[in-house]
């Protein structure tokens, strides 16, 4: 016998409904999220970093022409924050895309 319409049992239910289909719709956005590129710069644009959704390294660009030579320590440190900020970048659109779905609620296990 199903719960009447309007009782906990159905409000329940119905909450459950809503529930499922958000979980749907966020495994949906992190499988797309993984394709997606995200480009990270340092050093006014000098090093760039491009990542996936995934926090994986696709490329590396550096302006070559605007890094001495002898200045090796920089170009790392440049590398290192560029590659941090594009998985910055990457982090924080899952996160405000998750929050399209969720509302803003925090669901504990979601992220």
């Excluded at 006014?44 to 390294?57: D, I, L, Q």
């Excluded at 405000?96 to 669901?107: A, D, L, V």
């Amino acid at each position: 016998m199903s719960p009447k319409p309007g009782s906990i049992g159905g409000n329940f239910q119905h909450v459950l409904r809503q529930a499922q289909k958000m979980q749907q719709q966020i495994a949906s956005l992190q499988e797309e999220h993984a394709d997606r590129q995200f480009e990270g710069a340092a050093g006014g644009g000098m090093v760039k970093a491009t990542v996936n959704g995934n926090s994986e390294v696709l490329r590396i660009d550096v302006g070559w022409d605007e890094i001495d030579g002898d200045d090796k320590d920089l170009l790392l440190d440049l590398v290192a924050a560029a590659v941090n900020d594009g998985i910055r970048r990457a982090r924080e659109d899952l996160e405000e895309r998750t929050n399209e779905i969720t509302g803003g609620m925090k669901i504990p296990g979601l992220m």
